[in-house]
């Protein structure tokens, strides 16, 4: 690492030292960053000031459950950047949520929506709130509350939040009725798949369907298809099913998905009707054990992970940093050549070591995850926000712009002397593309 790049690493770490997510997500992208830094002094500056957030947010959030006893948790909410537009990013209710994991999902946010054909800025936050075991009349309580307070910085032309872990379309629901009452209007600008209040009604397959054309996109850059390929993936949330979904419609032969508890092995591959059962004991938040009751040729693997497994491509789409070195040593040796980041930040920095020095290409989620932000554009536009848009224009719609956006990263990368076939060219371009148009945004508006 250079020494311009290194100082502002420094800085950072002297600024924030525990922030470990944050920091992380810094490093990658300063990496990225070096030979434009090199090429231009006067970006070294503008680089220092993005990475200071416009806003952040910490408020309590008390809450009353069913025994009727008093609860405190820790709400979050950092608006990165709106040099491009009001802010767009995920409301996670996890118990991991903290500043710095805050900090690094609206600085991931803001680089894959500068990265994206549409004018939005990023931001990220949630809080340490668990709604697992919790009543729907205790999870509503604690959204009422949660908005009681982050109402007044939320707006169509502020920050617009969406679904993220542990954020679905009952709490969406729950958090927007809150925020309806509190504005005194109706503003469909929450994001998720309840048409009426929330805009597109496929809003909730972007992410995912986006993962499996852009993994479409690098084999036809090799005169290869996805049919016949074994694909694993962690995660049983709504995008990993929906990369299970689409890879079956591609001709792939998906034979993993996961939970906190182990993941899920189905040698013969899923299909249609088996992908039915998993989206079942899903909504149903039964154990992926249940499974095996009806296939009894599955396995269930307790305290695992699936990248051990015989695979062609990797979709990670549970949490940061779920590949670790070993997780990555264990792709490379299964004969994984491709993977495809469905989580923000689904590697350490170990991790993608490993997968460089073994020539695996990586699809960075702020590139091959950016497909939820196809449907932005029009949900801004009050003119759009309660159509319901055909499965076929959503899906050309969203094809299209994963073609952009893989194409102006491979262009970037180029353009700073990134080889093509490199396996972190599109991680490399996407990241400077994004800081370009961000840098540009923030010259103009005198934000240096």
Known sequence: MSKTAGSIIEAVLRKDPHEFEFIQSVQEV???????LVKNSQYIHILERLLEPERTIIFRVPWVDDKGETHVNRGFRVQFSQVLGPCRGGLRFHPSMNLSVAKFLGFEQTMKNALSPYKLGGAGGGSDFDPRGKSENEIM???????DELYRYLGPDQDLPAEDTGVGPREMGFLFGQYRRLAGHFQGNFTGPKIFWSGSSLRTEATGYGLVFFARLILLEMNKELKGLRCVISGTGKIALHVLEKLLSCGAIPITVSDSKGYLLDEDGFDYVKFSLLRDIKSQQRSLRDYIKSYPRARYFEDSKPWNERCDIAFPCASQNEIGQPEALGLVNSGCRILIEGSNMPCTSQAIDVLRKAKVLVAPAKAAGAGGIAVGELELNHEYNLMQWSPEDFETKLQDSMKQT????????NDYGFLKDSPEALVHGGNICAFLNLAQAMTDQGCV
């Not at 309580?141 to 908005?147: H, T, V």
């Open 406 to 413: 893989y194409e102006r990263s491979l262009k970037h990368a």
């Open 30 to 36: 300063v990496h990225s960053l070096e030979p434009v």
């Open 141 to 147: 309580r604690f959204c009422q509350s949660f908005m």
